[in-house]
């Protein structure tokens, strides 16, 4: 069902359908063997505004590099290829809806929570000790995506499920269930597999209210659930959901960190959010 409604908002919408092909040509040279730094930073470089971007958050407090990184070349090399190719992801997708008709939405709180999700996302995997943290910020970042497609594309429904919200004091993702038959979390997904991102991304994104779906990446899944239900907790901007879903304790179990870490996890987001917030949003 989810399928043939984003097909009918991408025939209205066409643009919305098609990610920056910097993105996949930036994928393209990771993915080729015979790619060099050089050749992977020139992609970059194409895009003024996105190099300006990616050279912002290898500066930010994220990485917090001795002597910063003047060129995409060196921060390849030292961030890494997947790990930049994943930042830029985020950049180019929050770009990606600079100047789309919004209505019903604080944009400004929207990326917020979202930011603040990644970022708890990355803390989460970063305990965990998994190899590249950015791919569970890049999913935690697009976890409400399919929201913001709602409030662009199918107003008169999202104002009727968020005044029947109001009567209901029920999570907004369920009132989204009840009234259309799915939820923002898999209309985003179908959005991502769309723009043809790595299955690593969409099934987290589609899943994270229905975490015990997830097939091939059960634990992304899983963190970015939790994320998701820590970042309403703390009250870190809002996609529009008032309440605070309840972590799954499947997810929690498969996530396998101690219920003590969550105040390091908590103090590692708050030290980095208001500086990913600035160079995000700016």
């Not at 603040?116 to 970063?126: D, I, N, P, V």
């Not at 004091?169 to 769309?194: I, S, T, V």
């Not at 960190?257 to 103090?267: D, F, G, R």
């Amino acid at each position: 069902m989810t399928k043939a409604c984003l097909d009918d908002i991408l025939a209205r919408d066409p643009k919305l359908g098609t990610l920056s092909d910097v993105y996949h040509r930036i994928e393209s040279a990771i993915n080729d063997p015979n790619s060099s730094f050089e050749a992977m930073a020139s992609v970059i470089e194409s895009d003024a505004a996105l190099a300006t971007k990616v050279l912002r958050i290898a500066n930010s407090s994220l990485y917090a590099l001795p002597g910063g990184i003047h060129s995409i070349q060196r921060a390849i090399s030292i961030i890494g290829t997947q790990q930049l190719r994943d930042l830029a992801l985020a950049a180019t997708v929050i770009r990606h809806f600079e100047g789309m008709p919004i209505t019903g939405v604080d944009m400004e709180s929207f990326w917020r929570h979202s930011i603040g999700c990644a970022l708890l996302a990355r803390s989460l995997a970063s305990f965990r000790r998994e190899a590249n943290v950015e791919r569970f910020y890049v999913a935690g970042l697009l976890h409400d995506i399919g929201r913001l497609v709602m409030y662009m594309h199918m107003t008169d429904s999202m104002t009727r499920i968020l005044e029947a919200r109001e009567h209901s004091h029920d999570l907004l993702f369920r009132e989204e269930q009840w009234a259309l038959g799915f939820n923002h979390a898999q209309l985003g997904g179908d959005l991502l597999e769309h723009w043809q991102l790595p299955v690593a991304l969409h099934e987290p994104v589609r899943c994270h209210h229905d975490p015990n779906e997830a097939q091939r990446y059960p634990v992304e899944t899983a963190v970015v659930h939790a994320a998701d239900s820590m970042t309403n907790a703390l009250r870190m901007g809002s996609s529009g959901e008032r309440l605070v879903p309840p972590i799954d304790e499947q997810a929690w179990a498969r996530i396998a960190l101690p219920e003590t870490l969550l105040e390091q996890v908590t103090a590692y987001t708050e030290q980095h959010y208001a500086q990913a917030v600035e160079v995000f949003l700016a």
